[in-house]
């Protein structure tokens, strides 16, 4: 098992930054990649960036690109997201997930965390 578990949410004013932290513990050996992900109200939750252990492969929703940037630290088993020029439609709760393997999808979640943006 694994269990996730982020950080660093609040409220900012649209053009300002925020960073996320997603630490992992329990078998984090058995982790390919991270992923973060948001859901905003009345919404599906969606993907926003990821990055894999292995090889350090870095994916962005066209959304986020140029503004949001995913980062790790291995000793830590830690993955950040740094958000920058937020905008309103950035506001959701964000979800860190973990994918045991390419061949699997997300299987663990952490508990969301809520990030709103103020116009």
């Known amino acids: 098992q694994v269990q996730l578990v982020e950080s660093g949410g609040g409220l900012v004013q649209a053009g300002g930054s925020l960073r996320l932290s997603c630490s992992a513990s329990g078998r984090t050996f058995s982790i390919y990649a991270m992923g973060w992900f948001r859901q905003a109200p009345g919404k599906e939750r969606e993907f926003v960036a990821s990055?894999?252990?292995?090889?350090?492969?870095?994916s962005y929703a066209d959304s986020v690109k140029e503004r949001f940037t995913i980062s790790s630290d291995n000793a830590k088993s830690t993955v950040y997201l740094q958000m920058s020029s937020l905008k309103p439609e950035d506001t959701a709760v964000y979800y860190c997930g973990a994918r045991p393997s390419v061949y699997k999808g997300y299987e663990y979640w952490g508990q969301g965390t809520q990030v709103t943006v103020s116009s």
């Open positions: 990055f894999t252990w292995s090889g350090g492969r870095i």
